[in-house]
């Protein structure tokens, strides 16, 4: 079935240094959801792409659909340590099924 | 307004016993999900509500687990004969809509852990 890569699993930085993540489909995707999760916390939501070569912006954070809508990407500028957590990507399997990407825990050192 | 709520918070459970876990939606959702997520992965999707059709339960492990959303509300997760693998945290996500464009509102979850 759908199965959607995630890398790094981990990622340990500079606060004040840039973090990505991505996300990697070997099927082309309806749509991508983009979520974090607090240590001890449960997922938020933060964004969904639709379009093919989407890019948004919210603050720091930038997110990217690829052109062909296989592989997304979330990006942060000069991390802080309010942006610890683990970034999880999220897809349709089918219209009834959505699922997660492994996801990558960023730690940061202050 | 009043988020997703998940009940109990915390189980403990001897091997063997039966567990039931609640989830209260957010109301006015159609689609609840049920997911499992041990410790460092990522949610495991187990099954699928849209109203009170369990449209999909691909994910459900074994026969032990069963879910059921009777009138298109409130959710429960039963797993009978609980087994040491059992023990994870069990989230519940509800959906504005059917398939569609709204994000997926998450519970606590209830952290399961099987002696």
């Known amino acids: 079935g759908q199965q959607v890569m995630q890398i790094p699993q981990y990622q340990h930085v500079q606060e004040g240094e840039d973090f990505t993540t991505y996300c990697n489909s070997s099927?082309?995707?309806?749509?991508i959801q983009w979520y974090k999760q607090r240590p001890g916390g449960h997922p938020v939501f933060l964004i969904q792409?639709?379009?093919?070569?989407e890019v948004k912006k919210q603050k720091r954070l930038t997110f990217q659909f690829g052109e062909a809508k296989k592989n997304s990407s979330l990006h942060i500028t000069a991390t802080q340590t309010t942006d610890v957590g683990t970034y999880f990507c999220?897809?349709?399997?089918?219209?009834?099924?959505?699922?997660f990407g492994s996801g990558t825990r960023l730690s940061i050192r202050p | 307004g009043a988020g997703v709520s998940q009940s109990p918070r915390y189980k403990v459970a001897k091997r063997g016993q039966d567990v039931a876990l609640r989830c209260d939606p957010i109301?006015?959702?159609?689609?609840l999900f049920w997911y499992q997520q041990a410790l460092g992965q990522g949610p495991e999707f187990l099954t699928y509500?849209?109203?009170?059709?369990?449209?999909?339960k691909s994910g459900l492990p074994s026969d032990r687990f069963f879910a059921e959303r009777p009138e298109g509300s409130v959710s429960t997760l039963k797993i009978q004969r609980t087994q040491q693998e059992d023990s994870a945290v069990y989230l519940c996500?509800?959906?504005?809509?059917?398939?569609?464009?709204?994000?997926?509102?998450f519970g606590n979850g209830t952290r399961l852990t099987v002696t």
């Open positions: 996500a509800s959906k504005l809509t059917a398939p569609g464009d709204s994000p997926l509102h």
């Open positions: 099927t082309t995707l309806s749509n």
């Open positions: 792409l639709v379009k093919s070569g």
């Open positions: 999220a897809v349709y399997s089918s219209a009834s099924k959505i699922i």
């Open positions: 109301s006015g959702h159609v689609s």
């Open positions: 509500f849209q109203n009170e059709a369990q449209l999909d």
